[in-house]
T-cell receptor, first 116, second 112 residues
Framework: DAGITQSPRHKVTETGTPVTLRCHQT?????MYWYRQDPGHGLRLIHY???????DKGEVSDGYSVSRSKTEDFLLTLESATSSQTSVYFC???????????????FGPGTRLTVL | DQQVKQNSPSLSVQEGRISILNCDYT??????FLWYKKYPAEGPTFLIS?????DKNEDGRFTVFLNKSAKHLSLHIVPSQPGDSAVYFC???????????FGTGTLLAVQP
């Protein structure tokens, strides 16, 4: 299994509070991704990073920001959490950003976030 | 606009029989397709993939078929085992994006 951890694994917070989720990898992979999983929507990309300090938006980036100051850490921040951001958040990593049977995205265990 | 569609939210099959999970896509620029498997409280894990230059890829009990003209792919699991019970996500990439576009998932239940 790829060495990816996410913290916290569960969090309950209130509307309007800031929240930061952390993804940590030990694989030295260049690419890191944040997804959210919701019923009826599958997995949707929030933001991704293609190197230290290099990030870009995904399809559902509104209300989220990211930072990557080290290769191994990718942070997702909800500046002011809303109930619509209640979801399960997954981090993923990949080596080249390309795709083959041996190079694809590997996912972390997820963080379940509830915004009351 | 859902570019990758899994129209069956759930599927139930008997142990030992074949499971067929379907996926349709709308973007003709997609050229690489993947299937991920997800157990509850875990992250998705890569299962099998196929490039658009092929129409079939096999890995043990798992085979993925691609019909480019119909923009359709399917995952066959033979024989199905109770441990295969999970949510299966289809994903696609290609064209102007190197990002993965996921379907909504199909929950497979394999009955002993």
């Amino acid at each position: 299994d790829a060495g990816i951890t996410q913290s916290p694994r569960h969090k309950v917070t209130e509307t309007g509070t800031p929240v930061t989720l952390r993804c940590h990898q030990t694989e030295n992979h260049r690419y890191m991704y944040w997804y959210r999983q919701d019923p009826g929507h599958g997995l949707r990309l929030i933001h991704y990073s293609y190197g230290v300090k290099d990030t870009d938006k995904g399809e559902v980036s509104d209300g989220y920001s990211v930072s990557r100051s080290k290769t191994e850490d990718f942070l997702l921040t909800l500046e002011s959490a809303t109930s619509s951001q209640t979801s399960v958040y997954f981090c993923a990593i990949s080596g080249t950003g390309g795709y083959s049977s041996t190079d694809t995205q590997y996912f972390g265990p997820g963080t379940r976030l509830t915004v009351l | 606009d859902q570019q990758v569609k899994q129209n069956s939210p759930s599927l139930s099959v008997q142990e030992g029989r074949i499971s067929i999970l379907n996926c349709d896509y709308t973007n003709s620029m997609f050229d690489y397709f993947l299937w991920y498997k997800k157990y509850p409280a875990e992250g998705p894990t890569f299962l099998i993939s196929i490039s658009s230059i092929k129409d079939k890829n096999e890995d043990g009990r798992f085979t993925v078929f691609l019909n480019k003209s119909a923009k359709h792919l399917s995952l066959h699991i033979v024989p199905s085992q109770p441990g295969d019970s999970a949510v299966y996500f289809c994903a696609a990439t290609g064209g102007a994006t190197n990002k993965l576009i996921f379907g909504t998932g199909t929950l497979l239940a394999v009955q002993p």
